[in-house]
């Protein structure tokens, strides 16, 4: 397939099934075409009818009749959670076969199931054979768990947080809140918990799908939270998820989604960040210190003393040993996961069989004992799995990297293993296996899909792309501006310049500034030194909640937000509020990543632009993803102005700038301050 912005249909899609398609479309016969259940739906919900949308919609129904998997990318403002869900919901109605709809994000699941799915089901209603039905499934770890709750399973303490007062009285509070609205909450979604709380206190009141003990076994099983979301999603038409748990029933032998034939991946430029996530192992005193907590109290005190020994010399070597990414084994370090390995083994061979045992009709006991093989396994096969990373003696040719970060403030230095791609996996039990639609406001980049195709694993056939474009005028509405006059970024933060250069943009925008910075300490260096020399109010990222942050930043027009990557991909602030987003520096990945550099190696060796296909596509993508902070209403007008020069002067610079919405650009500063004055009314 090649890639470009009208839809393109391949002549050969692997796996396709000519008679069933050919009943799909049959049964699809007798319902109203998707245009005129896409027009029925946006007059009811009051809007009017896009071109970009319709076109999004027939592209969809005809990748899903089709089996084809299709790729489209939708501007902000197109409308194009409508484009899929209408097709979407007919083909489940069609075939009473339900349609699953991940997302990457919180915000976009809850708008999903809070707003779009219940007033397109009321507008639909009548123009279908039954009201069709709707649920949120999301992973085990997100609802609380009644069992848990009850105190009979091994809580994971951290015992550096007992002489850290201030800690365990914030974590305390967070506890407390829990167990309040434990006494109301319907549904035990911990995305309902609002403020949010900390891991430490919401591991207290979870599980993990590998440490629950099943329905029939648990006593609260009748009313757990996570089984009546299950149930719920296996009675649902659409079933909204997120990426980590599409992840999730891709890579394990039983499902964990309901059977379904269709997958619309929602923000899917975050897709494989995603999944690299859930496949990511770790290893560090804490992994190893909870397993022999859970394990000691069952097992004799000797081999769980091993396992404590094993895991003081992991301890004492990962913090003398240098962070980064690890190319050749150590001998001491190939010698210290061998030994945490066997003595995990040792454990799991002490607890004994993992079936039901006579003495387990105690349910705490069954509890305890799944908890331990949980955290013993999860040290066993992470151990090997890192040594298993080095087996091939060419790093280059290696399946997965490992790498150790260093220590923070509440966290000991880790070992991380991940795999060098996730494509194939996504190939063999995604796209192998269902229709995929994936759609973004940013996925064509440098102009073209195929960037993110082969991240996908998705090959030459089988797959159309498609860019709707987007109903907001950018070149009439946005400027793009780089600064080509300022000096190139540094590694010692920002120079004066920069500086210099934001206070000239916020005070002739009057303040109404969201900036965007590639690193926390950036964004605090330019934070700090603001303050002092702008009348406007500055918030910085890290000050309160980032969701409170936004709130605040939305509600008064006279605010600056400055912040690093979250900002970049979740905000959305229309109106007056943001007329200037300012991006210091080309959002590269450090060179220190582990991942991404042994990703760029990797292409190098295979004959492969290494650099632009790793961190000139990462680049592109954020930047594409932070300058379209500015327009989200068609109303909206404004600034985009990038401080680094090199978006004007390097020689990718042509293949980052087509991957920005088509601005009038500039680098002009005189023209660009007079534009915001004039937009804002802050000078003449």
Same mark, same amino acid.
């Given at each position: 397939?090649?890639?470009?912005?009208?839809?393109?249909?391949?002549?050969?899609?692997?796996?396709?099934?000519?008679?069933?398609?050919?009943?799909?479309?049959?049964?699809?016969?007798?319902?109203?075409?998707?245009?005129?259940?896409?027009?029925?739906?946006?007059?009811?919900?009051?809007?009017?009818?896009?071109? %970009? $949308?319709?076109?999004?919609?027939?592209?969809?129904?005809?990748?899903?009749?089709?089996?084809?998997?299709?790729?489209?990318?939708?501007?902000?403002?197109?409308?194009?959670?409508?484009?899929?869900?209408?097709?979407?919901?007919?083909?489940?109605?069609?075939?009473?076969?339900?349609?699953?709809?991940?997302?990457?994000?919180?915000?976009?699941?809850?708008?999903?199931?809070?707003?779009?799915?219940?007033?397109?089901?009321?507008?639909?209603?009548?123009?279908?054979?039954?009201?069709?039905?709707?649920?949120?499934?999301?992973?085990?770890?997100?609802?609380?768990?009644?069992?848990?709750?009850?105190?009979?399973?091994?809580?994971?303490?951290?015992?550096?947080?007992?002489?850290?007062?201030?800690?365990?009285?914030?974590?305390?509070?967070?506890?407390?809140?829990?167990?309040?609205?434990?006494?109301?909450?319907?549904?035990?979604?911990?995305?309902?918990?609002?403020?949010?709380?900390?891991?430490?206190?919401?591991?207290?009141?979870?599980?993990?799908?590998?440490?629950?003990?099943?329905?029939?076994?648990?006593?609260?099983?009748?009313?757990?939270?996570?089984?009546?979301?299950? $149930?719920?999603? %296996?009675?649902?038409?659409?079933?909204?998820?997120?990426?980590?748990?599409?992840? =999730?029933?891709?890579?394990?032998?039983?499902?964990?989604?309901?059977?379904?034939?269709?997958?619309?991946?929602?923000?899917?430029?975050?897709?494989?960040?995603?999944?690299?996530?859930? +496949?990511?192992?770790?290893?560090?005193?804490?992994?190893?210190?909870?397993?022999?907590?859970?394990?000691?109290?069952?097992?004799? $005190?000797?081999?769980?003393?091993?396992?404590?020994?094993?895991?003081?010399?992991?301890?004492?070597?990962?913090?003398?040993?240098?962070?980064?990414?690890?190319?050749?084994?150590?001998?001491?370090?190939?010698?210290?996961?061998?030994?945490?390995?066997?003595?995990?083994?040792?454990?799991?061979?002490?607890?004994?069989?993992?079936?039901?045992?006579?003495?387990?009709?105690?349910?705490?006991?069954?509890?305890?004992?799944?908890? @331990? !093989?949980?955290?013993?396994?999860?040290?066993?096969?992470?151990?090997?799995?890192?040594?298993?990373?080095?087996?091939?003696?060419?790093?280059?040719?290696?399946?997965?990297?490992?790498?150790?970060?260093?220590?923070?403030?509440?966290?000991?230095?880790?070992?991380?293993?991940?795999?060098?791609?996730?494509?194939?996996?996504?190939?063999?039990?995604? !796209? %192998?296996?269902?229709?995929?639609?994936?759609?973004?406001?940013?996925?064509?980049?440098?102009?073209?899909?195929?960037?993110?195709?082969?991240?996908?694993?998705?090959?030459?056939?089988?797959?159309?792309?498609?860019?709707?474009?987007?109903? !907001?005028?950018?070149?009439?509405?946005?400027?793009?501006?780089?600064?080509?006059?300022?000096?190139?970024?540094?590694?010692?933060?920002?120079?004066?310049?920069?500086?210099?250069?934001?206070?000239?943009?916020?005070?002739?925008?009057?303040?109404?500034?969201?900036?965007?910075?590639?690193?926390?300490?950036?964004?605090?260096?330019?934070?700090?030194?603001?303050?002092?020399?702008?009348?406007?109010?500055?918030?910085?990222?890290?000050?309160? @909640?980032?969701?409170?942050?936004?709130?605040?930043?939305?509600?008064?027009?006279? +605010?600056?937000? !400055? %912040?690093?990557?979250?900002?970049?991909?979740?905000?959305?602030?229309?109106?007056?509020?943001?007329?200037?987003?300012?991006?210091?520096? =080309?959002?590269?990945?450090?060179?220190?990543?582990?991942?991404?550099?042994?990703?760029?190696?990797?292409?190098?060796?295979?004959?492969?632009?290494?650099?632009?296909?790793?961190?000139?596509?990462?680049?592109?993508?954020?930047?594409?993803?932070?300058?379209?902070?500015?327009?989200?209403?068609?109303?909206?007008?404004?600034?985009?102005?990038?401080?680094?020069?090199?978006?004007?002067?390097?020689?990718?610079?042509?293949?980052?700038?087509?991957?920005?919405?088509?601005?009038?650009?500039?680098?002009?500063?005189?023209?660009?301050?007079?534009?915001?004055?004039?937009?804002?009314?802050?000078?003449?």
């Amino acid at each position: 397939m090649s890639s470009g912005s009208e839809l393109e249909v391949s002549a050969e899609t692997p796996g396709t099934d000519e008679a069933a398609a050919g009943e799909a479309d049959a049964a699809t016969d007798d319902l109203p075409p998707v245009e005129e259940l896409l027009s029925v739906a946006v007059a009811a919900l009051g809007g009017s009818e896009r071109p %970009g $949308q319709v076109k999004m919609a027939q592209a969809v129904r005809h990748a899903i009749d089709a089996r084809e998997h299709l790729a489209v990318q939708a501007g902000t403002g197109t409308g194009k959670s409508l484009a899929y869900l209408v097709p979407a919901i007919r083909h489940a109605v069609a075939t009473r076969t339900p349609v699953v709809v991940s997302t990457a994000t919180i915000a976009l699941q809850r708008q999903l199931v809070d707003r779009d799915l219940p007033r397109l089901v009321e507008a639909l209603a009548g123009r279908l054979p039954y009201r069709p039905s709707f649920a949120i499934l999301k992973g085990r770890r997100n609802y609380l768990c009644r069992y848990r709750m009850s105190a009979e399973m091994p809580e994971d303490e951290q015992p550096d947080e007992l002489f850290d007062p201030r800690a365990v009285s914030a974590t305390g509070r967070m506890v407390q809140r829990i167990l309040e609205w434990a006494e109301e909450t319907e549904t035990g979604d911990r995305d309902e918990l609002v403020p949010g709380v900390n891991e430490q206190a919401w591991r207290q009141f979870s599980v993990s799908a590998r440490e629950c003990l099943g329905a029939n076994r648990c006593p609260y099983g009748e009313d757990c939270f996570a089984e009546r979301a299950r $149930q719920l999603a %296996g009675e649902a038409d659409v079933i909204v998820t997120n990426h980590a748990l599409l992840a =999730i029933d891709a890579m394990e032998e039983a499902s964990v989604l309901p059977e379904h034939d269709v997958v619309v991946v929602d923000e899917a430029h975050d897709l494989v960040d995603r999944v690299t996530s859930v +496949t990511t192992g770790e290893l560090s005193e804490s992994t190893v210190f909870t397993a022999v907590r859970r394990c000691a109290r069952l097992i004799e $005190q000797g081999v769980a003393d091993r396992l404590q020994a094993a895991g003081e010399d992991l301890k004492a070597l990962l913090a003398a040993a240098p962070p980064g990414r690890i190319d050749t084994l150590p001998p001491v370090l190939g010698t210290v996961l061998g030994v945490v390995r066997d003595a995990a083994a040792a454990c799991l061979t002490a607890l004994g069989p993992r079936t039901e045992r006579a003495d387990d009709d105690r349910p705490e006991l069954a509890g305890q004992r799944k908890a @331990a !093989f949980t955290a013993l396994d999860e040290v066993h096969d992470t151990a090997q799995r890192m040594l298993d990373a080095f087996g091939i003696e060419n790093e280059v040719d290696r399946a997965e990297v490992v790498w150790l970060a260093a220590g923070g403030e509440r966290r000991p230095p880790t070992l991380y293993v991940a795999p060098l791609t996730v494509g194939g996996m996504l190939r063999e039990n995604l !796209f %192998g296996r269902r229709t995929v639609i994936l759609t973004s406001a940013t996925l064509a980049l440098g102009g073209t899909f195929d960037g993110m195709a082969r991240q996908w694993g998705l090959g030459q056939e089988g797959w159309s792309a498609l860019d709707v474009g987007s109903p !907001f005028d950018h070149a009439r509405s946005g400027i793009l501006y780089v600064a080509k006059h300022l000096p190139q970024p540094g590694r010692e933060g920002l120079p004066d310049a920069y500086l210099d250069e934001i206070v000239a943009l916020i005070e002739a925008a009057g303040g109404r500034t969201l900036g965007l910075f590639s690193s926390m300490r950036a964004a605090r260096q330019a934070a700090e030194a603001l303050r002092e020399r702008l009348d406007v109010p500055l918030l910085c990222q890290g000050d309160d @909640a980032t969701g409170l942050l936004v709130r605040q930043f939305a509600e008064d027009p006279a +605010t600056c937000l !400055f %912040g690093t990557l979250s900002l970049w991909q979740g905000v959305d602030v229309p109106g007056p509020s943001l007329s200037l987003v300012v991006i210091d520096r =080309i959002p590269f990945p450090r060179p220190d990543d582990p991942l991404a550099s042994a990703r760029q190696r990797h292409v190098a060796a295979k004959g492969g632009n290494g650099f632009m296909t790793v961190a000139a596509t990462h680049a592109a993508l954020l930047l594409a993803q932070g300058a379209g902070r500015l327009l989200r209403a068609q109303t909206d007008r404004g600034v985009v102005a990038v401080l680094d020069p090199r978006l004007a002067t390097a020689r990718y610079a042509g293949f980052l700038r087509a991957s920005l919405p088509p601005f009038w650009p500039t680098t002009d500063r005189a023209t660009v301050l007079a534009a915001l004055r004039r937009l804002t009314g802050s000078g003449a």
